[in-house]
């Protein structure tokens, strides 16, 4: 469902040049559940926003279910980020003067579904993240785990087929972990493509293959949990 | 050097109240090297914003360095925070149209630092966190790892009594994670009392001793690793 190939990603020129990403090539079959590990600055966000279409790659081609992104106007991306990738930001990226349900019903309203809908299927994701009672809250009225939660709930709502969530576990004790990775495995069941980039490894233990990354591009492809 | 008194904090007021602590009293020690561990929303951040001076308490006293803060102008408040106390905050709060460098610079600036010295300790402290070749981009243009870095890097420079650190690892890798807990070590080694908020058992276990936080009260306190 998701091909790269021969990715790259400088930023600068001449010798100032990063060469964030160097040639990375992947593929994420429908429903696959994947970790992405890597030291800090290896590359992964940088991939992670290539594949969510939030990114154009420097080089290289990605074809998202077989159509090749880089040749898409930027309204269709715009569709394809709304309607099939969900996405959990490493910085949660929400909205300051919303509300934690006004952030989570955004992306539905773009997509169109009904106002009664959206407020039902925003509470259920809140209350399933655990925020039952915080749903008025706004981000700064949220602590950090409680922010991330929020933005999980977002990426949720318009139920994508690809959810990419990077470090989503980053700001959550043990226990919340491991409901989230609870929600995570159902999505999988479900046949949501799950791909999570995580610096924990009783997180990507997880999953069914973990990738590593180094210096902007894949070392290796192996099996979790630890072959 | 902290001691905390029946420490409360209320947002909101009547049935909508919220007790994000709720009668909190700790005690830490002159160069003690402490971890608070506890649920998602348990009140730590809140708990470290009183202890750095960021946040009053609805009630309660709070003494630092036998001090009652909550008697002290707010002159004498922003001199302790910027000389006494170093913070990492779990949403690092860097400036984002300031390099890595200016960031850095920033708390010497205020504590009247000559420019020389400022640039000196900043580029080291930068050093130190593995991000030289990083100095010059502004926070846009560095991963979260690295941006959580040069905030490590910030609450170091003006050589504090107290480093607050809340979850100062959670966007690191393994590897980054062990050189600034070697850092940590090593401030703590030189008399530094070190108060961090972390989620992973790996990085507590360093400590001396590990205070855990539910529904905003210490629930005990013990010594690390597992008792
Ligand atoms: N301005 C506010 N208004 C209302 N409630 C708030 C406000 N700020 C924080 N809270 C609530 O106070 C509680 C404690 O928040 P705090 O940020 O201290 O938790 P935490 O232990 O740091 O959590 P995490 O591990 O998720 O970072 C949370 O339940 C939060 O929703
Ligand atoms: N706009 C930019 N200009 C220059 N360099 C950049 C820019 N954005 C990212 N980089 C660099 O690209 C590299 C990869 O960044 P990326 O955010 O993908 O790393 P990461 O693997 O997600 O790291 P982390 O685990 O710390 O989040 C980093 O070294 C970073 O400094
Ligand atoms: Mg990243
Ligand atoms: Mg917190």
């Known amino acids: 469902v998701v091909r790269l190939e021969e990715i790259t990603k400088v930023y600068g020129s001449g010798d100032m040049a990063v060469h964030a990403l160097a040639g990375v090539n992947l593929n994420i079959k429908k429903g696959e559940y994947c970790a992405i590990m890597g030291a800090s600055g290896s590359g992964k966000s940088t991939m992670?926003?290539?594949?969510?279409?939030?990114?154009?790659?420097?080089?290289?081609?990605?074809?998202l279910e077989n159509l090749d992104v880089s040749q898409l106007p930027e309204d269709d991306l715009a569709r394809i980020r709304?309607?099939?990738?969900?996405?959990?930001?490493?910085?949660?990226?929400?909205?300051?003067?919303?509300s934690a349900l006004d952030n989570v019903m955004l992306p539905m309203v773009y997509a169109g579904v009904s106002s009664r809908d959206r407020r039902d299927r925003a509470e259920d994701a809140l209350i399933r993240v655990g925020l039952k009672d915080r749903m008025l809250n706004k981000p700064t009225q949220l602590s950090g785990g409680q922010q991330q939660r929020v933005a999980i709930a977002r990426a949720l709502v318009n139920r994508p087929v690809i959810l990419l969530a990077d470090e989503p576990t980053g700001a959550l004790d043990s226990r919340t972990t491991q409901e989230v990775m609870e929600l995570f495995s159902e999505l999988h069941?479900?046949?949501?493509?799950?791909?999570?980039?995580?610096?924990?490894?009783?997180?990507?233990?997880?999953?069914?293959?973990?990738?590593?990354?180094?210096?902007?591009?894949?070392?290796?492809?192996?099996?979790?949990?630890?072959?």
């Open 189 to 227: 069941q479900a046949g949501i493509a799950v791909i999570m980039v995580t610096h924990e490894p009783d997180v990507a233990r997880l999953t069914e293959r973990i990738v590593w990354v180094k210096d902007g591009a894949i070392l290796h492809n192996r099996l979790a949990p630890d072959d």
């Open 82 to 98: 709304n309607l099939q990738i969900g996405f959990v930001f490493q910085q949660f990226h929400l909205l300051s003067q919303l």
């Open 48 to 63: 992670m926003n290539v594949i969510g279409c939030l990114d154009r790659p420097s080089a290289g081609r990605y074809y």
